[in-house]
């Protein structure tokens, strides 16, 4: 079976400063991988994908990710964090089923 | 953002009482999804469908039904609400299955009292 595992509920980064958001899976084998950002009473849309090729996949506001399959990871980066990065940070995986992890809240400090 | 509205946007109901929700999508996507999100868990599959009248059952299926009249509407009902079914009920379509990007509605939430 899938699962999606996003080991920080919530953190708090300065503005200006790096972000990284962690996502594990287990699956059998490679999987499609998402990130989804969900703005308080809002949808979720979709920050980037991973299908197949570079590990290392652009997207959407400046975030990027990188898969690394010896680690069975896909973790969500950005540089540098802007307070209206604020919000709700999914990631998806897609093998047999479509599985959420349970999501990460990132709070900016000004 | 991608054609798709949830019907009505905030309901609350008293347990065992039937409720429905609507999306409807102007996308002409194939695949449409009914899911519920809680604290602590994302977003957990209901129901799904993928066609017309065609329609599969998800992770968290038990106390929903669904139907899929028409290609742009996909119902979401409840036919006896209970406290547990206290959640925001997001609706999301794909145009296709093997790579499934899936697009978002904006979400009902739903109290049951």
């Known amino acids: 079976a899938q699962s999606v595992t996003q080991p920080d509920i919530h953190i708090t980064v300065s503005e200006g400063a790096s972000l990284e958001l962690r996502c594990n899976y287990s699956?059998?084998?490679?999987?499609?991988l998402f990130w989804y950002v969900q703005s308080p009473g809002q949808g979720l849309q979709l920050l980037l994908k991973?299908?197949?090729?570079?590990?290392l996949v652009q997207g959407i506001k400046g975030f990027e990710a990188e898969f690394k399959r010896s680690q069975s990871s896909f973790n969500l980066r950005k540089p540098s964090v802007h307070w209206s990065d604020a919000a709700e940070y999914f990631c998806?995986?897609?093998?047999?089923?479509?599985?959420f992890g349970p999501g990460t809240r990132l709070s900016v400090l000004p | 953002d991608a054609g798709i509205t949830q019907s009505p946007r905030h309901k609350v109901t008293e347990t065992g009482t039937p409720v429905t929700l609507r999306c409807h999508q102007t996308?002409?996507?194939?695949?449409m999804y009914w899911y519920r999100q809680d604290p602590g868990h994302g977003l957990r599959l209901i129901h799904y469908s993928y066609g017309v009248k065609d329609t599969d059952k998800g992770e968290v299926s038990d106390g929903y039904s669904v139907s899929r009249s028409k290609t742009e509407d996909f119902l979401l009902t409840l036919e006896s609400a209970t406290s547990s079914q206290t959640s925001v009920y997001f609706c999301?379509?794909?145009?296709?299955?093997?790579?499934?990007?899936?697009?978002f509605g904006a979400g009902t939430r739903l109290s049951v009292l």
């Open positions: 699956y059998g084998a490679t999987p499609y």
């Open positions: 991973y299908f197949s090729g570079d590990t």
């Open positions: 998806a995986v897609y093998g047999q089923n479509f599985v």
């Open positions: 996308e002409n996507h194939r695949y």
């Open positions: 999301a379509i794909s145009e296709g299955w093997s790579k499934n990007i899936q697009y």
